[in-house]
């Protein structure tokens, strides 16, 4: 039921395994971009460019939200936040962005 919802909002919802494959996939064909990566820091606050690079691992906001320490409502916060500062469309695009900057880095 709350993907329904999720997708009746307008939002899209992947399964993290697929998130995880499509991270895999940018981070193997796609070349650093200095110029794009220190746009995006500029734009994000401390804390939000560190949400962006928690995003980039494919965890869910409950998992990210145990990795910080901070309350699951703060990390859709911060998630929306980020989305909304880049022009982003949802987290897969925000992972994308991650990886095309060079913000994080091939394994």
């Given amino acids: 039921m709350e993907a329904i919802r999720t997708v009746h909002a307008g939002h899209g919802?992947?399964?993290p395994s697929t998130t995880r494959r499509l991270i895999e996939h940018v981070a193997a064909s796609t070349p650093d971009d200095d110029a794009r990566a220190a746009q995006v820091r500029e734009?994000?606050?401390p804390r939000e460019l560190?949400?962006?690079l928690?995003?980039?691992t494919g965890d869910s906001n409950a998992e990210i939200a145990r990795r910080l320490h901070l309350a699951e409502a703060?990390?859709?916060t911060h998630v929306g936040h980020v989305l909304g500062k880049l022009g982003l469309r949802d987290r897969v695009q925000a992972v994308v962005l991650a990886y095309e900057s060079g913000l994080v880095?091939?394994?």
């Fill in 13 to 15: 919802v992947v399964a």
């Fill in 50 to 52: 560190q949400t962006l």
């Fill in 74 to 76: 703060t990390v859709k």
């Fill in 105 to 107: 880095k091939r394994r």
């Fill in 54 to 56: 928690e995003i980039a």
């Fill in 43 to 45: 734009r994000l606050t």
